[in-house]
């Protein structure tokens, strides 16, 4: 290593030193944020229970689950076990609630509401939903339970405020199977697209919107197409390269004289983007604020879909993104949408990359608030590890934009402007031992005398 990649890289780890100051007050503003929730709770022990358990998932124990939480707050497992997993609390009032904290905070005009299956490997048969099928982390179909996500995106933020567990048919028709894994009486085999299609009844109305995106999964089925477009919602959404479609924009067949006019045959939009010429490609720059600027181009045309022998009874706009991945691979995303073909190229562009946040928001749920380290495995604990997982998500969000503001009232005075409060994902954040101390301090009621306790909420 050269001197001058050694000085950067000095320069570069000293920016991702945290001063300890910036965790001051962190326990008073986790309190402060869990009030509107936990109010939402009719039990004093279970709003207790929720603090603790939303505690436990924003510090760095390595597997965020019952028993490690449990540990951390040097308690026995048994009353946060019965919290999670055996309560009857509803977790839907605070996933509300949180829609509603996301739309005020971080709410656009232009807003995305975004959904996307997730799916958890699991082994066994006892885990609630679980069963063979397909495992988009995994690329294949595996022994898994899926959930399907909501996330909110704009330019501000992109936080999952909502999710439903899909239940396979094999389940819902097991009412025995449901009964031991604790799946209420009234739940019913819903499609994945008719769980978004709940859940945004649901929290439309409090996430200010003018898009609906999602990924090929949700975009091959037309009747969620059609539901969203009689619904009176603007759609993007993937579909396979396969998808036929009728270009409406293209010149007719000529005429014979006898019979129907003749009208462009179906085809597959990847060969419809085959025979486009150059001239057809919009170059549209989007602006990334923290991978910099990034260029695509855009194409597309009035078109009818096709499905099953049968045609969509309205036109769709086909849109083709061509980007280049980070190996320098040109790589194309179809999409439908019910938009006019004279939308703007680049506002296509930008929801299309607005789509591919709600990845980002499942990873950082995943990797940073145990979403995916429960282990339960009936109905209500499932439900609300998830809730308070995506809880727990959107305090370290507030805690990021709070870290990102010069002048807030929140903060005591940051370090000089050369440290970043908030570092670049890609860069671990190197603590100070003081700075490690006062953390865990701040953010775990139990195990160090230095902060306020939390048992008296």
Excluded at 215 to 244: C, I, W
Aim: glycine residues 6%; hydrophobic residues 35%.
């Amino acid at each position: 290593m050269d001197r001058q990649w050694e000085t950067r890289l000095e320069g570069m780890l000293a920016e991702c030193e945290v001063s300890p100051r910036l965790w001051q007050n962190s326990e008073e503003r986790l309190r402060q944020f869990v009030a509107p929730f936990t109010a939402l709770l009719s039990q004093q022990a279970q709003r207790k229970r929720a603090v603790e358990y939303v505690a436990g998932l924003v510090t760095d124990v390595k597997r965020k689950n019952v028993e490690s939480i449990a540990y951390r707050h040097d308690q026995e497992r048994g009353r946060l076990q019965h919290f999670i997993g055996c309560a009857q609390w509803d977790h839907q009032p605070l996933l509300n609630e949180l829609a509603r904290q996301v739309g005020a905070e971080v709410g656009e005009a232009d807003g995305v509401i975004v959904f996307d299956p997730s799916g958890f490997p699991k082994q066994g048969k006892k885990s609630v939903g679980v069963a063979r099928q397909w495992c988009g982390r995994l690329g294949k179909v595996e022994n898994c339970q899926v959930a399907v996500y909501m996330a909110y995106v704009s330019r501000k933020e992109h936080v999952l405020v909502n999710e439903r567990l899909y239940l396979p048919q094999e389940w819902t028709n097991d009412r025995k199977r449901c009964k031991a894994a604790g799946v209420p009486k009234d739940v019913r085999f819903k499609t994945r697209h008719r769980l978004a299609l709940d859940m945004l009844k649901e929290q439309g109305r409090a996430l200010p919107h003018r898009w609906v995106a999602g990924d090929d999964e949700m975009g091959k089925n037309a009747m969620f197409r059609r539901d969203l477009h009689e619904q009176g919602e603007q759609y993007l959404l993937a579909v396979p390269s396969n998808t036929l479609i009728r270009d409406l924009d293209a010149a007719l067949p000529e005429y014979q004289g006898r019979g129907a006019k003749p009208k462009q045959p179906f085809q597959r939009a990847d060969r419809w983007r085959d025979a486009l010429p150059a001239r057809a490609w919009t170059r549209v720059d989007v602006r990334d604020g923290e991978k910099g600027p990034l260029e695509v181009d855009v194409a597309g045309c009035r078109v009818v879909s096709r499905f099953a022998q049968r045609r969509m009874p309205y036109e769709e706009t086909l849109v083709i993104v061509r980007s280049r991945d980070g190996a320098n691979v040109t790589k194309y995303d179809f999409y439908l949408s019910d938009a006019p073909s004279t939308m703007p190229k680049h506002e296509f562009a930008r929801v299309a990359l607005a789509a591919h946040r709600i990845e980002e928001a499942i990873k950082r749920g995943k990797s940073e608030t145990g979403l995916s380290h429960y282990e339960v495995r009936n109905w209500l604990g499932w439900h609300h590890h998830q809730a308070l997982s995506l809880l727990a998500t959107w305090f370290l969000t507030c805690e990021t934009r709070l870290g990102k503001k010069i002048d807030t009232g929140h903060y005591v005075t940051p370090a000089p402007p050369r440290h970043r409060q908030t570092p670049p994902r890609c860069l671990a954040v190197r603590h100070t031992e003081q700075d490690r101390r006062l953390h865990i301090a701040s953010l775990d009621p139990q195990r160090a005398s230095a902060a306020l306790s939390l048992q008296g909420m």
